[in-house]
T-cell receptor, first 113, second 112 residues
């Protein structure tokens, strides 16, 4: 069966510090991968998606970036965090093709102080 | 553009009450429709889906019917439990489109 992992689970970082969040998927190959952000009490905002290694599409211009160095690894980064980057970050994968439900990881709670 | 609109919450019900959470969509073409559930502090879990008009998705006592004529996908449950307290998200996507459009979420509180 497929599983998706995210770490860390929680993170408290000062403004201006760098960020690296990691997401890995097991049990499938060549998944579509997604990063979402959920602000407190709000819906989901799609940040990035990737359909293959090294292929990243950005949905929202901001100080975040994403990379996919391996087939089942998706990384969200920032060089300098802003207060507004606080939120709950969710990674999701999708098999692609006709079976295109998205399956979500447990999330990372980021607080920027 | 494509979008999903959900009723605002929170929705507060007593245990065993009937639940309806409204969801309507705007889309060019024929999307698939989904309901996801998010329990406190967790990621989203797929609850049910429907891929074409008049399809009914169902799971764990929840149901939703894809109504093309009213562009709706309302979530229903006949008798809610305290354990159903969560945030529910309606979403749409298209085959091979690489994007999901999520509603803003509806928080459900069920009181014993």
């Amino acid at each position: 069966s497929q599983t998706i992992h995210q770490w860390p689970a929680t993170l408290v970082q000062p403004v201006g510090s760098p960020l690296s969040l990691e997401c890995t998927v097991e049990g499938t190959s060549n998944p579509n991968l997604y990063w979402y952000r959920q602000a407190a009490g709000r819906g989901l905002q799609l940040l990035f998606y990737s359909v293959g290694i090294g292929q990243i599409s950005s949905e929202v211009p901001q100080n975040l970036s994403a990379s996919r160095p391996q087939d089942r690894q998706f990384i969200l980064s920032s060089k300098k965090l802003l207060l507004s980057d606080s939120g709950f970050y969710l990674c999701a994968w999708e098999r692609g093709g006709r079976d295109y439900e998205q399956y979500f990881g447990p999330g990372t709670r980021l607080t920027v102080t | 553009g494509d979008s999903v609109t959900q009723m605002e919450g929170p929705v507060t019900l007593s245990e065993e009450a009937f639940l309806t959470i409204n969801c309507t969509y705007t889309a060019t073409g024929y999307p698939s429709l989904f309901w996801y559930v998010q329990y406190p502090g967790e990621g989203l879990q797929l609850l049910l889906k429907a891929t074409k008009a008049d399809d009914k998705g169902s799971n764990k006592g929840f149901e939703a019917t894809y109504r093309k004529e009213t562009t709706s996908f309302h979530l229903e449950k006949g008798s809610v439990q305290v354990s159903d307290s969560a945030v529910y998200f309606c979403a749409l996507s298209f085959y091979n489109f690489n994007k999901f459009y999520f509603g803003s979420g509806t928080k459900l509180n069920v009181k014993p």
